[in-house]
Nanobody, 119 residues
Framework: QVQLVESGGGLVQAGGSLRLSCAVS????????MGWFRQAPGKERDFVAT????????GYAESVKGRFTIARDNAKNTVYLQMNSLKPDDTAVYYC????????????WGQGTQVTVSS
């Protein structure tokens, strides 16, 4: 099992930037990839970005391409989400999740961190 703890959320004005961090502990050998997801009030949880744990291949939702960057530091067991040019529509609780090498499902989740973008 993998434990995940997000940090770095907060209140920012539109056009601003934030960097989220996800500290990873536990069985990191079981991780195929890490992902960031977000859930706005009254909406479903949506995919934001992903990065493979070993190779560093990335993928993004269309809505954040060119504005958000996912990165990982395996030495620190930390995954980051750099968010630039933030918009009010980016307001949500952001979660990191670990995708298992066994099931290829996102089976472990953090508690989430709130990001609020004011207009």
């Amino acid at each position: 099992q993998v434990q995940l703890v997000e940090s770095g959320g907060g209140l920012v004005q539109a056009g601003g930037s934030l960097r989220l961090s996800c500290a990873v502990s536990g069985r990191t050998s079981s991780i195929y990839a890490m992902g960031w997801f977000r859930q706005a009030p009254g909406k479903e949880r949506d995919f934001v970005a992903t990065i493979t744990w070993s190779g560093g291949r990335t993928g993004y939702a269309e809505s954040v391409k060119g504005r958000f960057t996912i990165a990982r530091d395996n030495a620190k067991n930390t995954v980051y989400l750099q968010m630039n040019s933030l918009k009010p529509d980016d307001t949500a609780v952001y979660y990191c999740a670990a995708r298992s090498t066994m099931t290829y499902e996102y089976s472990d989740w953090g508690q989430g961190t709130q990001v609020t973008v004011s207009s």
